[in-house]
């Protein structure tokens, strides 16, 4: 699996492209903006793009999916059940702090411990309600895509409508430091980290 980070969006959010070199089949998280040098990146390769997942609704992870989605028409999009109101409000997705008025219906959403198959990669989905309601994480083999969830040695802010401290504490507990600890954590913002560091010096949890 090759991994890479780049940086998009007004925000700078981690968007992360995905490819089974097996089988040249990926994925895209998060893309936060339009990009051009990723974009074609994606085009001057043989990788089929299949899906585009939002760990969550907010607009500085999702204001590039329309224009992903047109360039790469046959991508599905992907998302948490528990996500949908916020992807269908533009307040609510911050879409309209931004000038814009997103409103997105993903082609198939997803719950707590579902699964997708990109090539040789199983995806599982972790729901990881607190930043948003409708959290997720995504966990293929050691690493994690945990959006705004889990940061190095932070977490994701509470203090938006539909927040809960204690739901995101709970989630990360639950779902994210049962995992093994050389997990490597991937996220939203900031540098990549793992579960063991996490564990043992994140102040928040």
Known sequence: MKI?????GALSVNTYYVVDEATNK???VDPGGYDSSLMQMIKASDVSLDYI???HGHHDHMGGVLDFMKE????????????????EDAEANFSNYF???VKLTPDIYVDDNDTLEVGGLTLKFLHTPGHTP???CILSGDSLF??????RQSIGRTDFPGSSFPALKKAIHEKLFVLPESTTVYPGHMEPTDIGFEK??????
């Not at 599905?76 to 916020?86: D, F, M, P, T």
């Open 99 to 101: 000038g814009e008025n």
């Open 26 to 28: 990926g994925f895209l």
């Open 146 to 151: 945990s959006g705004d969830t889990l940061f």
């Open 53 to 55: 997942i939002l760990t």
């Open 134 to 136: 409708g959290g997720l």
């Open 200 to 205: 043992r010096n994140n102040p928040f949890v």
């Open 72 to 87: 790469f028409p046959n991508a599905k999009l992907v998302a948490s059940i528990h996500e949908k109101g916020i992807l």
């Open 4 to 8: 890479m980070r780049i940086p998009t």
